[in-house]
């Protein structure tokens, strides 16, 4: 059965740092592109970055760039999300999602096949 596991949530406040882990089991993922989503109490679930299966490709949603950075090591098949200088409006529950499709752009939710359950991440002004 194939699991994703997130982890590293928790309350901060502005201007600090979490990093996300997404542990992956159950099948290998070193051949897929992975990504990162989050939602907001009362908002749609949106696009916060993505990764290449050899993590030379990264993308990122415009309200992240420069402050949140994507990695990967697959031998221990799980992806990271390196987050600095928090705000209040990144405030949500962050989602890991595994094996795009292919031909699907990166940023679109439903081309990706497995979802973890989601990790909190609180940011106090």
């Known amino acids: 059965q194939v699991q994703l596991a997130e982890s590293g949530g928790g309350l901060v406040q502005a201007g600090g740092s979490l990093r996300l882990s997404c542990a992956a089991s159950?099948?290998?993922?070193?051949?897929?592109?992975m990504g990162w989503f989050r939602q907001a109490p009362g908002k749609e679930r949106e696009f916060v970055a993505s990764?290449?299966?050899?993590?030379?490709?990264?993308e990122y949603a415009d309200s992240v760039k420069g402050r949140f950075t994507i990695s990967r090591d697959n031998a221990k098949n799980t992806v990271y999300l390196q987050m600095n200088s928090l705000k209040p409006e990144d405030t949500a529950v962050y989602c890991c999602?595994?094996?795009?499709?292919?031909?699907?752009?990166?940023?679109?939710?439903?081309?990706?096949?497995?979802w973890g359950q989601g990790t909190q991440v609180t940011v106090s002004s």
């Open positions: 159950g099948r290998t993922f070193s051949s897929s592109r």
């Open positions: 999602a595994a094996e795009l499709r292919f031909g699907v752009p990166a940023h679109q939710q439903q081309g990706y096949k497995y």
């Open positions: 990764i290449t299966r050899n993590g030379e490709h990264t």
